[in-house]
């Protein structure tokens, strides 16, 4: 069957079922992300508090209550920003190399194995802070020996998102895929809010014990693990084969195939019709630009501490309203534009684009605390942009590359902080004590470089369409003119 065959298969046996017989991966994503989000803002308090107590030696009265101490701050936060660039660059470097498989592997063997192994992997590094925190005499950079590295190797959040978002491909139509994408977003998003506002009030009523807030998250991963296993397919398509069917011997070697490298490389670079090649890596740049505003989040959590002195507490209630602005967004803009305005999903990007680079102005000419508040409600609208991008490369390509293609959209996405990450930290220990701010300005340049990519890409598509249009029309008036019925009436 076609592509255009097998969509209608689809259609059929979606129409016939029950709303919460198409629930997939949604739970998984929910309780993968929930469990991030309730140690979202006390993570970062912990490196603070392990770059204070054991690198510089402070007392837990001090760093535990450090926003009153504005040189010790200072001091700290040297170290904790050289440890977060140390970090994002550990756990990056390994899920890039594996993407470069995974993709290949999925759409061979299936989605499943990969989401299942991503999230034994964020499993791990959960367990191993928990040990951190225990061990009071490892300084903060052992949480990247024994919690980063390993949970790297089994492709962590790279293979969860690139997994998550082909499954939901692989089981959806075409019609139907950019609201289903963008119901998953808005399913894991949805606890960014809630599991802020949560983690605050269990960190604070846990007296304030790192320990017990990442056993709560570890429990949650682990409760995901299991709903995978048991809830969601192996194959989602017709062309995906069981890893059984060869011998165990031979598992490893099924995987790490220079065959598959060449495969993933292949299919971003071979030649497609309609200029598709050239929209594919234009996606995959826009990906990864966009998602240089993801890092950005460690050091608005410094900047905030530092310039306008804020307390765990006051940062958890902004991050609260932050994300409870993006799920408003995604639960109502989104919908509008693409069902009731019938928007292009270029435009959709155009617009999330807007409101992250609009959003961050406000940051940096925040001279107080309604300031950031104005700013994050502007930038709520940014979060609709990763769907969009999704959906437009989900029909880029034919099915039997999805999970190849999404594999290397999920490393842009998900990867970034590679390089953003060590942007942001030297931009901020360059300016901290001159002008805080000027990280903001990192994320306002990409997201005018994804706009621009984006415009590219709807100017050029929207060029095409009124050719092949005006092409239809000169036919059409060719066939209706009174010289051509002539001609025919002669014949």
């Given at each position: ?321 932050q994300s409870a602005s993006y799920v408003l967004v995604m639960l109502i803009a989104v919908p509008i534009f693409n069902k009731v305005l019938k928007w292009k999903d270029t435009i959709i990007v155009a617009i999330g684009a807007c409101g992250h680079a609009f959003g961050r102005m406000f940051f940096v000419f925040a001279p107080s605390t309604a300031f950031m508040y104005a700013g994050a409600t502007v930038a709520s609208f940014g979060p609709i942009v990763a769907p969009a991008l999704r959906s437009i490369t989900s029909k880029l390509i034919p099915s039997d590359e999805r999970g190849t293609v999404f594999a290397l959209l999920s ?81």
């Amino acid at each position: 069957m076609d592509e255009k065959e097998l969509d209608n298969v689809l259609q059929q046996t979606n129409d016939n079922k029950k709303w919460y017989q198409k629930i997939s991966v949604e739970p998984t994503m929910f309780l993968y992300m929930m469990a991030f989000m309730l140690t979202s803002v006390v993570e970062n308090v912990f490196f603070v508090y392990k770059s204070c107590t054991v690198n510089h030696g402070y007392s837990h009265e001090i760093c535990i209550n450090i926003e009153k101490y504005n040189e010790t701050k200072a001091e700290v936060q040297q170290t904790t920003t050289k440890f977060l660039q140390y970090n994002s660059i550990a756990g990056q470097i390994i899920p890039i190399m594996l993407a470069l498989f995974i993709g290949s592997f999925s759409d061979r063997r299936g989605r499943k194995l990969p989401l299942v192994m991503g999230l034994i992997g964020k499993f791990v590094y959960s367990s191993m802070i928990v040990v951190n925190s225990l061990m009071t005499t490892w300084p903060v950079e052992y949480i990247i020996y024994t919690a980063t590295i390993p949970s790297a190797m089994t492709g962590a959040d790279v293979a969860i998102f690139a997994s998550a978002f082909t499954y939901i491909a692989d089981i959806s139509t075409q019609n139907d895929r950019t609201m289903r994408i963008t119901i998953l977003d808005v399913v894991y998003l949805s606890t960014m809010p809630s599991g802020v506002f949560i983690g605050k009030y269990l960190y604070n009523h846990l007296s304030k014990s790192f320990t017990k807030m990442f056993i709560i998250n570890a429990s949650l991963l682990f409760l995901s693990i299991l709903y995978s296993l048991i809830m969601l397919d192996w194959q989602t398509t017709q062309k995906q084969r069981p890893l059984t069917e060869i011998p165990k011997r031979q598992w490893l070697t099924d995987f790490f195939d220079k065959k598959h490298f060449q495969q993933s490389i292949r299919s971003l670079t071979k030649k497609r019709d309609f200029n598709y090649r050239t929209y594919l890596i234009l996606m995959m740049v826009s990906m990864g630009l966009y998602a240089i505003q993801r890092d950005e989040k460690r050091y608005l959590f410094l900047f905030a501490q530092y310039k306008l002195n804020w307390t765990t507490d006051v940062y958890s209630d902004f991050r609260t309203f932050q994300s409870a602005s993006y799920v408003l967004v995604m639960l109502i803009a989104v919908p509008i534009f693409n069902k009731v305005l019938k928007w292009k999903d270029t435009i959709i990007v155009a617009i999330g684009a807007c409101g992250h680079a609009f959003g961050r102005m406000f940051f940096v000419f925040a001279p107080s605390t309604a300031f950031m508040y104005a700013g994050a409600t502007v930038a709520s609208f940014g979060p609709i942009v990763a769907p969009a991008l999704r959906s437009i490369t989900s029909k880029l390509i034919p099915s039997d590359e999805r999970g190849t293609v999404f594999a290397l959209l999920s490393v842009c996405d998900n990867a970034m902080p590679l390089i953003s990450g060590i942007f942001y930290s030297q931009i901020y220990l360059a300016t901290m004590k001159t002008y805080p701010a000027a990280i903001f300005w990192l994320t306002i340049s990409s997201q005018v470089l994804v706009f621009s990519c984006i415009m590219f890409i709807h100017f050029n598509r929207r060029k095409r369409e009124h050719d092949e249009q005006k092409k239809l029309n000169d036919d059409a008036l060719i066939e209706q003119s009174p010289d051509n019925a002539e001609s025919l009436d002669s014949k």
